[in-house]
């Protein structure tokens, strides 16, 4: 049996920021929690999100989303919505700001703290806050999944939420948001859309349906990212890489990887996930594809490669040519305990959707590679 998902509606395409006031309507949003942070505010990208609500509207806005999520943050978002009287929120921001959202929702519902909640879906219910999400990134997909990951600090690894109730609304993609982003995030969150779409893709639950658009997402990234990366102004770019992010947080949906499991065992520093899932990356497709061949076959068409051997070292390539780090080291990633990382990465609820979850050992022999 195929299962159905669910996804959020979406607006998609230059200008739809217009729909946000309408949409709020819809779902009987009348006084929201803006989420989104200083970063947004001081480049002007809040401006236009603010220019679409009726200019006599006051807004409540938490703008102290770090970036990347914590508890602290989840927190001071709550606050910010009991003390404004709120009855909605609208994450405006990359998937730091709309992961914290997410996690502002359930608890505005939810008595207990966030990590009585952490792979426990079981005990999410529908108490939770309307979402719009709000996406100034193409890259990590929050806007459509229905999990989040919430670091307890900033220098702590991630555990996530998951729930059908975390998942937004409506999905507003209005590509002008994405115009202003500088080209290394352009680059790292582009290349974590990709993670998405091909760890969705190889992820062993069955539905033809996200393989189709996790495939198409793969093709929108290699032919459009660079060009995303090279002008900024690019709109044909900006536009095809927003949907590749979409069509990414809708791959999630059918389970993700040791990639991923490795990105979070290292998320324990404060570098960004999509830099770290996307280095992982061509090591972990060495290790899996062979229990995958069919489906990287037609992951290698995808990339416009005559062969699955080469796509480990096409990804690789594709890093390299877009100026992303190619190994922990590189990044200044101490070398720590080993064992104890391969333990984390291998109890990882990623390797569940894996078509080969790794063992300890193999996860040891990948960290070693990855550190350079």
Known sequence: ??????????????????????????????RPLF?????????????????????????????????NPTVEGVEGGLSAYRAGGCDGIVAVG???????????????????????????????????????????????????????????????????????????KVAICDPNLTLSLPPDLTAATGMDALSHCIEGFLAKSVNP????????????????????????????????????????????????GPAHALGNTFGDRGFRHGILVTMALPSVLHLIEKYASEKMDRLAEAMGLRSKDAVPEAIMAFNARLGLPLSLRSMGYPDGDRDEMAGDAAN?????????????????????????
């Open 209 to 256: 349906l996200v393989d189709a658009i996790a495939l198409d997402g793969v093709r929108r990234v290699f032919s459009y990212l660079e060009r995303a990366v090279a002008d900024g102004s690019n709109r044909e770019a900006r536009w095809q890489m927003m949907m590749a992010a979409l069509e990414g947080g809708m791959s999630i949906s059918k389970g993700l």
């Open 35 to 67: 989420v989104t942070d200083r970063g947004l505010i001081q480049s002007g990208v809040f401006s236009a999100v603010r220019r679409a609500m009726p200019g006599e509207a006051k807004l409540t806005v938490f703008d102290k989303t770090p970036e």
């Open 348 to 372: 990882s609820f990623f390797n569940v959707g894996s078509p080969h979850p790794p063992t300890p050992a193999e996860y040891k022999a990948l960290i070693q590679e990855i550190m350079g």
């Open 94 to 168: 990359g998937g730091s700001v709309i992961d914290t959202a997410k996690a502002v929702s359930l608890l505005s519902g939810h008595p207990e703290s966030i990590a009585y909640y952490h792979d426990h879906p079981e005990k999410i219910t529908s108490s939770t806050a309307p979402l719009v999400a709000i996406p100034t990134t193409a890259g990590t997909g929050s806007e459509a999944s229905r999990g989040a990951g919430i670091h307890p600090d900033s220098t702590s690894r991630s555990a996530g939420v998951s729930s059908e109730y975390l998942v937004a």
């Open 1 to 30: 049996m195929v299962p159905l998902l669910k996804f959020p509606k979406v607006q998609f395409g230059f200008g739809v920021i217009e729909t946000l006031p309408s949409e709020l309507a819809e779902f009987g949003i009348a």
